[in-house]
C-alpha cells in the first residue's frame, strides 16, 4: 500500500533562512513522487514531481526536492524563504498499481508553513 | 491558458437541499476526480471518471453521486446535504491514469446553513 508522512504539522522560518518541509513515503514499486502547495481557499497548485532521473528535482517558485531512496524521504527545499512561501504544503505519492487504483495520488496530512519577516 | 474551472467558487445551500457543483477542463485529460477537503487536512478522494468508466470509492457516501456527461464536463450532486458535508471541494483532472500529475482547480467552498 502507498502512503506518506509529513511529521511536522508547523515549519516557521525566518525570511530570508533556508527551508525544509518533510516528507517520507512507502510504496510498491516505483515512486513516483509530488509536492504541491495551497493558499488559503484556494485549489492544490503543482510545485514538482519525481518520476525518475535525478535525485534532485527542481520547481516552481524556486523550490527543489531530494529524492533519497534509502531514507525513502522527498523533502522539498528552498534556499532563501520568502513571506509568500506562507501556505499550507503537501506531499503526494502516485498509485502505480493496475486497474482502477492507477492514478490515485495519496496525501500526507499536509504541513503549515509559516515565513517570519 | 488550458485550465480547471470550478463553479461557483462559493456555495450556500440550506440542510437537506439538494447542490451541484460544476467543474469544467479545457486540457482535453481522460481523467476527472473529485475530491473533499475539510478544514486543513488532506483532499479526500471522493470518485473519478476514466473517460465515462465512473470508480468510486468504497468509503464515499452514496449522498454524493457524480455525472461526466462529456469529456470536458464533470458534476458533483449532493443529494441532502447534511452539515458534515461542509467543506471545500477540489476537482482534477490527469491526461490519462498514469498522466502523471494532477492539475486542480481552485475549488468550491460549500456552507451548509
Known amino acids: 500500500a502507498q502512503s506518506v508522512a509529513q511529521p511536522e504539522d508547523q515549519v516557521n522560518v525566518a525570511e530570508g533562512n533556508p527551508l525544509t518541509v518533510k516528507c517520507t513515503y512507502s510504496?510498491?514499486?516505483?515512486?513516483?513522487l509530488f509536492w504541491y502547495v495551497q493558499y488559503p481557499n484556494r485549489g492544490l497548485q503543482f510545485l514538482l514531481k519525481y518520476i525518475t532521473g535525478d535525485n534532485l528535482v527542481k520547481g516552481s517558485y524556486g523550490f527543489e526536492a531530494e529524492f533519497n531512496k534509502s531514507q525513502t524521504s522527498f523533502h522539498l527545499k528552498k534556499p532563501s524563504a520568502l513571506v509568500s512561501d506562507s501556505a499550507l504544503y503537501f506531499c503526494?505519492?502516485?498509485?502505480?498499481?493496475?486497474?482502477?487504483?492507477?492514478?490515485?495520488?495519496?496525501f500526507g496530512r499536509g504541513t503549515q508553513l509559516t515565513v517570519w519577516p | 491558458d488550458a485550465m480547471v474551472i470550478q463553479n461557483p467558487r462559493y456555495q450556500v445551500t440550506q440542510f437537506g437541499k439538494p447542490v451541484t457543483l460544476s467543474c469544467s477542463q479545457t486540457?482535453?485529460?481522460?481523467?476527472m476526480y473529485w475530491y473533499q477537503q475539510k478544514s486543513s487536512q488532506a483532499p479526500k478522494l471522493l470518485f473519478h471518471?476514466?473517460?465515462?468508466?465512473?470508480?468510486n470509492e468504497a468509503d464515499t457516501p452514496d449522498n454524493f453521486q457524480s455525472r461526466r456527461p462529456n469529456t470536458s464536463f464533470c458534476f458533483l450532486d449532493i443529494r441532502s446535504p447534511g452539515l458534515g458535508d461542509a467543506a471545500m471541494y477540489l476537482c482534477?483532472?490527469?491526461?490519462?491514469?498514469?498522466?502523471?500529475?494532477?492539475?486542480f482547480g481552485p475549488g468550491t467552498r460549500l456552507t451548509v446553513l
Open positions: 503526494a505519492v502516485r498509485d502505480s498499481g493496475r486497474g482502477s487504483t492507477l492514478g490515485r495520488l495519496y
Open positions: 482534477a483532472t490527469s491526461r490519462d491514469r498514469d498522466g502523471p500529475e494532477q492539475f
Open positions: 471518471y476514466y473517460d465515462k468508466d465512473f470508480n
Open positions: 486540457l482535453n485529460h481522460n481523467v
Open positions: 510504496v510498491s514499486g516505483n515512486p513516483y
